[in-house]
């Protein structure tokens, strides 16, 4: 990113830095590191709850998938608001991106057939019950 002051290309100050958004710096490039979404998991004991925050994601745009103990989260954030132009005007300053994201979190002990999903209001909700114990046994010889 080039920095004009009165017509002339200077270094960037401290100042400079901190009014960039974020999305100019390289960690910030969509990748799950970068822009993510915001989660909570609770162990409730026989199940576990996770809650995450999608603003901005429809519930078509967000996938659920377990294997191996590892459910993987991907969502698709759109922004609303129409094409830029004379009648909707020009950003100043843009915050708000569009993109996807992906978060991964390991379950080992839940159950991948008992495995319940909601989405509403921008909160998606997973709730993965634990695998019951298996019993021992005595076993006898032939």
Known sequence: MAYLVNGRNN???????FNRPL?????ADGSSHGKSFLV????????Y??????????KEDIHLNFEEGI???SASHHVSGGEEGQENGSYLIRERTEGEYQRSFRFQDADPEQISASFEQ???TVILKKQ???KGRRITIA
């Open 122 to 124: 921008a909160k998606l």
């Open 49 to 58: 709850i996770l809650e995450a925050d999608l603003p901005g994601a429809r």
């Open 23 to 27: 999305s100019d710096f390289d960690f």
């Open 71 to 73: 459910l993987t989260i």
């Open 11 to 17: 270094a960037p100050t401290i100042f400079d830095i």
């Open 132 to 134: 019951q114990a298996q």
């Open 40 to 47: 909570d998991v609770r162990d409730m004991g026989d199940s």
